[in-house]
């Protein structure tokens, strides 16, 4: 008889685990494909942001270039419109104003454009009242 129960009791030990094996891998096989799922997700949201990157920096470059070609025919307007137009009066010349501004602009573009000095000039930051209290002293 405890063989018996021996065998019943093995048998409903075996249908259990099958039922719980099959329950956990199906879990299992779905916890893989969302994983899948999000792995691919963020790819795909990486991939748009360079892409979105690439497209504002292109869109940077092509208004810069804009930009730059709408300052030079201003630029070809007001001189232009100076040189063939000498008589005419100031107020009645619309770039008039602007001559001596875009003159100005181009002066500061062009310093602009010199290479930047690694080292200051003087005492700068932190250091600077430390000399002055070190300095005054030696005066006194």
């Given at each position: 008889?405890?063989?018996?129960?021996?065998?019943?009791?093995?048998?409903?030990?075996?249908?259990?685990?099958?039922?719980?094996?099959?329950?956990?891998?199906?879990?299992?096989?779905?916890q893989k494909e969302l994983k899948k799922e999000l792995d691919k997700s963020k790819y795909e949201l990486e991939q748009f942001r360079q892409e979105l990157v690439d497209h504002f920096a292109s869109s940077s470059e092509l208004l810069d270039n804009i930009a730059k070609d709408?300052?030079?025919?201003?630029?070809?307007?007001?001189?232009?419109?100076?040189?063939?137009?000498?008589?005419?009066?100031?107020?009645?010349n619309p770039f008039s104003r602007r001559i001596s501004s875009l003159e100005a602009v181009h002066t500061a573009t062009s310093s602009i454009q010199d290479q930047p000095r690694d080292y200051a000039s003087g005492a700068t930051g932190l250091l600077k009242d430390e000399a002055e209290r070190v300095e005054e002293p030696k005066a006194s």
């Open positions: 008889m405890t063989w018996v129960y021996a065998l019943l009791i093995f048998a409903a030990g075996a249908i259990v685990g099958a039922f719980g094996a099959r329950l956990g891998n199906q879990s299992l096989k779905q709408y300052s030079k025919l201003y630029e070809h307007m007001a001189k232009t419109s100076s040189e063939l137009m000498p008589n005419l009066p100031e107020q009645d």
